[in-house]
């Protein structure tokens, strides 16, 4: 990663383009905590973040789900949304049982999971273990909901399923940032869009003014691709 | 206070144990490399190689510094055996496996069974060998080697230890330059890729196991000479292997090589200082200092 | 309160209850019978505490009998030197495994695995070599008799038969106390964080605080296993917290089935009928112990209690 900085706006659907090894991820495991970062600091709503366990940012309001996706499989449906909602309200004192139960079962709800409560995670498809850890996340009560590839390996359907949620999160006043290769999901759901290439930033603007960009286009497609028009 | 030739002698047969320690440590580091398994049952190939030699010599009446090859090739086969029978359809499951959990539990599972082995094993040595030690003489046993400095050394073990050490080199050469050592290594990094690219990774998983069980067993008959020989011989030393392969790097060849012989330096140092009932400690100190600042060993992880 | 809803405690409260009645008539069948169960009891409660560590969290440990064995020697010590009553001397010996539990939790809490693993078991054996070697506080490799029995107050518990009503009530207690931690809140935590640990920290799970959780609760019962154990044995020795008998408790675990409340039950019992039933064999022993766990890993690698299952849907057709 060198000099990266990205600014997001609040409600906004934000997306992370670029070619393999970008270091799109790697920017999402250093917002998150998984990776400490040399130099430079990551302010979240003003306060310095960088540095902090991966548990403490969730807890500060920045959940992420994975590229390959990493849901509880020994467990259900419901008990893995279930425990990001103890986390969330507390072990101890907090919600009561009935009542978090109900949390859960309505964001199953949301993502349209409802069906599949008690059914062991392990024997999901990949579309719904997707919508599964979406769920998961959410039931954190994020103000960040970053996606790392939500559509990635998806069937067109499942696809559609997808953007369906990742809709209603913004709806929900949720900020989601994403990473995506797939360029019809980008394109239809981000407002704004950052492409990174070799660990720098090489454009920041609307999907359409990125989607024009010289370096872009050369970045993807290689430079001897790039034809002057 | 203690005497400087004392010191130094302590050093040097703490060496020597360091060319037995990497040896043993060598395999164990392979296996893990290669297989992906903790093999708990390894100080037993060390303990068996000493039993064939024994066997050999009795009903031969030779010496154990010629039969222990032979007898170590003997046990590398009854390895490849074993592997063949007990591990290999597991090899496939832990490679299938998906999820940390379920991945946890295969290794576990891995473990048990070498656990079980090991227990079965002993018990076998015992019943056919008794519990009592048993002494095995050899011709350079006797031979007194006198080093300048006032040392003096059995040829038994100086023999032992070039023997350890030259092996250590050949295995290093033979992994690095030729054919099959290149697929070994291949196989360790990327199994996945290595059987895309030709690589038949079941008879590399069968050499890997014959070349470090042959090496234990060949370092337990020599030791067997030296010392004496006891069921529970090879539990002793597959902790101290164990060591070993984590302050080297679990995977990383040179790593156990190098570890061995420090850990043989520190303990013969340590027992020195701290007198003999703590020996054993020193290595787990280390262990325990390379686990706290170079978690992925010394020379970092490697194939 | 911790997740744990009226209504688990007393579904599974009823079949705890079941269990202590039918097991009520076992010393009976004589003192022999009564002094395996006793036994059996004492390591189902050890094996059902490496059962929290390994089976759910995923934290492989190969040293637990030397909790098992400071539970012992810390009560033990503590009745015969302070005159501390037994009841006591078994809480305090379990707390003194839980704050040991401590030592090696905090410092393991980034190792994975083997390296995990060995770690553990190079703590059970400077555990041993203390034990050994600090023969002023210990008394060394010839161990410590006579240790007094838990007092009963009017009851004499050094006939096996009373005191198989204590163990049985301490047995059933506990395993039902851990019963229920597994169904809580904490409990899934602790699977959630076996399943996925940096999924688990991307929802909030300070995983390191429950690993060391799952490390402490674990020692001090099997501390307090060790303390039963002294009080009833009435004698012990360093040979307790020997590698050999950590891998004893964890074969019972795995065998039996980890990641279940049942596993660790039926291994103990399993384990410990089969080293009393092949006491004759003497040396052939392990030989038959040995090849029983390469069998069962090579075929039933969930353990007993999936075969167990795997019997009772026959029997049902």
């Known amino acids: 990663m060198n000099d990266v900085s990205l600014n997001v706006k609040e409600h906004d659907i934000f997306g992370i383009i670029g070619p393999n090894g970008a270091g799109k991820t790697t920017l999402f495991n250093i917002i998150t905590g998984f990776y400490k970062p040399d130099s430079g600091r990551i302010l979240f709503n003003g306060v310095d973040i960088t540095g902090k366990k991966p548990n403490e940012i969730a807890k500060l309001g920045i959940t992420r789900t994975w590229q390959i996706v990493k849901p509880f499989l020994g467990m259900t449906v419901l008990d893995n949304v279930l425990v990001a909602i103890y986390v969330k309200k507390g072990i101890l004192r907090g919600l009561s049982e009935h009542t978090a139960i109900e949390k859960a079962e309505e964001i199953l709800e949301f993502v349209g999971l409802s069906h599949r409560k008690h059914v062991l995670s ?57 990473i995506e290769h797939n360029m019809k999901v980008v394109m239809g759901l981000c407002d704004r869009v950052i492409a990174l290439n070799y660990g720098k930033k090489i454009a920041e603007g609307t999907p359409e003014e990125v989607a024009k960009n010289e370096e872009v286009i050369k970045a993807y497609l290689g430079e001897r691709f790039y034809v002057e028009s | ?186 196989t360790a990094q990327n199994p996945a890729a290595a059987a895309l690219s030709g690589i038949n990774t079941n008879r590399i998983y069968d050499i890997t196991m014959f070349i470090s069980t042959t090496l234990a067993a060949l370092a337990g008959g020599f030791l067997g000479a030296i010392y004496s020989l006891y069921p529970t011989m090879g539990l002793d030393v597959v902790v101290k292997a164990f060591v070993v392969v984590i302050v080297g790097g679990m995977g990383n060849l040179v790593g156990s090589i190098f570890a061995g012989f420090l850990i043989g330096f520190a303990e013969g140092l ?7 009932e703590y020996r054993q400690v020193v290595a787990f100190v280390i262990m325990i200092l390379v686990l706290w600042f170079r978690p992925k060993g010394i020379l970092g992880r490697g194939g | 309160m911790l997740g744990i809803t009226r209504q688990t405690i007393t579904k599974d409260g009823k079949y ?46 190969l040293g637990h009998a030397a909790f098992f064995a400071i539970g012992s020697y810390t009560s033990t010590l503590l009745s015969m030197n302070l005159a501390l009553n037994p009841w006591l001397g078994i809480i ?54 006579n240790i007094p029995p838990l007092p009963g107050g009017m009851i004499d518990l050094k006939i096996k038969s009373n005191f198989f009503y204590v163990a049985l009530t301490v047995f059933i207690l506990i395993i039902f106390l851990l019963g229920l931690l597994i169904k809580s809140r904490v409990g899934k935590i602790l699977i959630a964080i076996r399943e996925d640990e940096d999924a688990a920290l991307s929802i909030g799970i300070n995983v390191s605080l429950f690993k060391i959780f799952a490390f402490i609760v674990s020692t001090f019962f099997a501390g307090v296993s060790g303390g039963l154990y002294a009080h009833y044995l009435r004698y012990i020795s360093p040979a307790m917290s020997a590698l050999s008998e950590s891998i004893h408790i964890l074969s019972m675990t795995i065998i039996g089935g980890i990641g279940t409340t049942i596993g660790p039950l039926l291994g103990a019992t399993l384990i410990t009928i089969l080293q009393e039933v092949l006491r004759p064999y003497l040396e052939y022993r392990y030989l038959i112990y040995g090849s029983l766990i390469i069998v069962v890993m090579k075929y039933f690698p969930s353990g007993m209690h999936a075969l167990l299952q795997v019997i009772i849907k026959g029997v049902r057709k």
């Not at chain 2, 340590?270 to 003999?276: A, D």
């Not at chain 3, 209850?17 to 006793?38: E, K, M, Q, R, S």
């Not at chain 3, 693993?117 to 703590?123: D, P």
């Open chain 1, 122 to 178: 392990e024997a999901l498809p990949q579309g719904e273990r997707k919508r599964l850890e979406i769920a998961r996340a959410l039931a954190t009560e994020p103000r960040v909901l970053m996606l790392d590839e939500p559509a990635g390996g998806l069937t067109n359907i499942e696809m559609d399923e997808i953007i369906e949620v990742v809709k209603k999160v913004r709806e929900s006043k949720v900020t989601v940032v994403l």
């Open chain 2, 1 to 186: 206070m203690f005497s400087y030739s004392l010191i130094v002698e302590q050093i040097l047969l703490g060496l020597m144990n360091g060319g037995i320690y990497a040896a043993v440590g060598v395999g164990l580091t392979m296996i893990f490399g290669v297989m992906k398994l903790s093999n708990f049952a390894h100080g037993e190939f060390y303990m068996l190689g000493a039993y064939f030699t024994f066997a050999l010599v009795n009903s031969l009446g030779s010496d154990p510094f010629l039969m222990g090859p032979l007898s170590a090739l003997g046990v590398g086969l009854v390895s490849v055996i074993l592997n063949k029978l007990v591990f290999s359809s597991l090899y496939k499951e832990l490679r299938e496996v998906k999820g940390s959990a379920a991945f946890f539990f295969q290794d576990l599972r891995f473990i048990m069974l070498t656990i079980g082995l090991s227990i079965l094993l002993v018990d076998l040595a015992l019943v056919v060998w008794g519990p009592i030690p048993i002494n095995m003489s050899s011709a350079l046993t006797s031979i007194i080697i006198k080093l300048p400095g006032d040392f003096s050394f059995s040829l038994a073990r100086i023999v032992t230890f070039f023997l350890a050490l030259t092996s250590l080199i050949a295995l290093y050469l033979f992994l690095k330059i030729t054919k099959t050592g290149k697929a070994i290594r291949a």
């Open chain 2, 270 to 276: 340590g027992g020195v200082y701290f007198g003999t």
């Open chain 3, 16 to 61: 705890y209850i079941l269990l202590f009645i039918a097991l009520l008539p076992l010393p009976l069948a004589g003192d022999y019978v009564t002094h395996i169960a006793i036994m059996i009891m004492i390591y189902s409660v050890t094996s059902a505490s490496l059962n929290i560590l390994v089976g759910y969290t995923g934290r492989l440990s």
């Open chain 3, 92 to 145: 305090v010996g379990g707390l003194l495994a839980a704050l040991f539990g401590l030592v090696l939790g905090i410092p393991s809490l980034r190792l994975k695995g083997p390296y995990l693993a060995i770690s553990t078991l190079g703590f059970g054996i400077i555990v041993q070599l203390l034990l050994i070697n600090l023969d002023w506080l210990t008394r060394g490799p010839i161990g410590i008799p």
